[in-house]
């Protein structure tokens, strides 16, 4: 704060020097004028200006030190009040800023929270006529046009979950019961729901889980789950998804394997991006780039770590590490 002061007074204590200065100098070119005594009384006179000015200092930096240490936010308490009337006008400034921004921030997010109870009440009112159209997919004779449309029915109702479960993600530590949870009902009720499309795809699943207790919530682990599932089977053709489970250094580990068409190494730092769908094969319009980073920010609170190795034309492995119990203390409801 010194440095900033006497760069901030610099103009004055230039001025002082110099008048110093000219009186030396005066004093030097008429021999008249005697010059030790001179000289006394300008170094006399520039200890009396450096203990004004650091008297000064003192008191002038008190409001900004202040504005310095001052937290990024809205509360109009938190400006320093003002000794002086150049700071009145900082503090005045500052406190009709922290309003407007204060309304302009409480009208957001009013509007953000009726677009969310909006989005959230249309994605309920559509699973109506969704059920009704699975039931006359099933009551249809035609096995071929039955199989399209399920697979189309499948898309529409993995998108509209995804969007609810974004919606809600913002407020998913509210909603957390962290449990002791079986991976093998949540795994057998995802592959249920991608049945008709693996079929489609000529997809089977492997199944090897050593460790079936993990330490989650069974909600928000089934939509990780239904992510990472979707995404396997999506980019794999004719082929066996492996998922194992097997405990390592004390934490229960879950793996998903596919031998679909992989991930290229330039993509891989990026495939947690939200938007990110891929360089190499950037024409796909069936990417949304969402599934992979939806499921990475709902795992975070859980304490959830991913790993992912993958060949490009080989396939992905996606490696989820759970936390231990005493890892969770901090979330309420344990």
Same mark, same amino acid.
């Given at each position: 704060?010194?440095?900033?002061?006497?760069?901030?007074?610099?103009?004055?204590?230039?001025?002082?020097?110099?008048?110093?200065?000219? !009186?030396?100098?005066?004093?030097?070119?008429?021999?008249?004028?005697?010059?030790?005594?001179?000289?006394?009384?300008?170094?006399?006179?520039?200890?009396?200006?450096?203990?004004?000015?650091?008297?000064?200092?003192?008191?002038?930096?008190?409001?900004?030190? !202040?504005?310095?240490?001052?937290?990024?936010?809205?509360?109009?308490?938190?400006?320093?009040?003002?000794?002086?009337?150049?700071?009145?006008?900082?503090?005045?400034?500052?406190?009709?800023?922290?309003?407007?921004?204060?309304?302009?921030?409480?009208?957001?997010?009013?509007?953000?929270?009726?677009?969310?109870?909006?989005?959230?009440?249309?994605?309920?009112?559509?699973?109506?006529?969704?059920?009704?159209?699975?039931?006359?997919?099933?009551?249809?004779?035609?096995?071929?046009?039955?199989?399209?449309?399920?697979? @189309?029915?499948?898309?529409? &109702?993995?998108?509209?979950?995804?969007?609810? &479960?974004?919606?809600?993600?913002?407020?998913? @530590?509210?909603?957390?019961?962290?449990?002791?949870?079986?991976?093998?009902?949540?795994?057998?009720?995802?592959?249920?729901?991608?049945?008709?499309?693996?079929?489609?795809?000529?997809?089977?699943?492997?199944? @090897?889980?050593?460790?079936?207790?993990?330490?989650?919530?069974?909600?928000?682990?089934?939509?990780?789950?239904?992510?990472?599932?979707?995404?396997?089977?999506?980019?794999?053709?004719?082929?066996?998804?492996?998922?194992?489970?097997?405990?390592?250094?004390?934490?229960?580990?879950?793996?998903?394997?596919?031998?679909?068409?992989?991930?290229?190494?330039?993509?891989?730092?990026?495939?947690?991006?939200?938007?990110?769908?891929?360089?190499?094969? &950037?024409?796909?319009?069936?990417?949304?780039?969402?599934?992979?980073?939806?499921?990475?920010?709902?795992?975070?609170?859980?304490?959830?770590?991913?790993? !992912? &190795?993958?060949?490009?034309?080989?396939?992905?492995?996606?490696?989820?590490?759970?936390?231990?119990?005493?890892?969770? !203390?901090?979330?309420?409801?344990?």
């Amino acid at each position: 704060m010194i440095k900033k002061y006497l760069i901030e007074r610099r103009s004055w204590i230039l001025l002082i020097l110099s008048l110093e200065f000219l !009186v030396i100098l005066v004093a030097f070119l008429d021999t008249s004028i005697p010059l030790l005594p001179l000289l006394y009384i300008v170094f006399i006179s520039l200890i009396i200006f450096v203990i004004f000015l650091f008297i000064r200092y003192q008191k002038e930096t008190i409001f900004y030190k !202040v504005l310095e240490e001052r937290e990024n936010n809205l509360d109009p308490n938190s400006v320093p009040s003002a000794y002086r009337p150049f700071e009145g006008i900082i503090e005045k400034s500052l406190t009709k800023q922290i309003d407007f921004l204060a309304q302009e921030a409480a009208a957001n997010w009013t509007t953000m929270e009726q677009e969310k109870d909006q989005m959230l009440s249309w994605i309920h009112e559509v699973k109506t006529p969704l059920t009704a159209m699975q039931l006359i997919i099933d009551r249809m004779e035609d096995e071929k046009l039955k199989a399209d449309l399920r697979y @189309e029915w499948l898309r529409i &109702h993995l998108l509209l979950d995804q969007q609810l &479960h974004q919606k809600r993600m913002p407020f998913m @530590e509210n909603d957390l019961y962290i449990e002791n949870t079986k991976l093998k009902p949540l795994i057998f009720n995802e592959i249920r729901t991608l049945q008709s499309w693996c079929m489609q795809k000529g997809i089977g699943f492997e199944l @090897e889980l050593e460790e079936e207790d993990v330490l989650t919530d069974a909600k928000w682990m089934a939509f990780i789950l239904r992510q990472l599932l979707t995404n396997a089977v999506k980019y794999s053709e004719a082929s066996d998804i492996l998922l194992n489970s097997y405990v390592q250094d004390g934490r229960t580990c879950f793996k998903i394997t596919d031998f679909g068409r992989g991930i290229a190494p330039n993509d891989l730092p990026r495939i947690f991006d939200k938007g990110f769908t891929s360089t190499a094969n &950037h024409q796909d319009g069936a990417a949304t780039g969402m599934g992979l980073y939806l499921a990475q920010k709902a795992a975070r609170p859980l304490l959830i770590k991913f790993n !992912v &190795h993958s060949e490009l034309g080989i396939g992905t492995a996606i490696t989820l590490t759970f936390p231990q119990k005493n890892e969770f !203390v901090h979330i309420i409801g344990m």
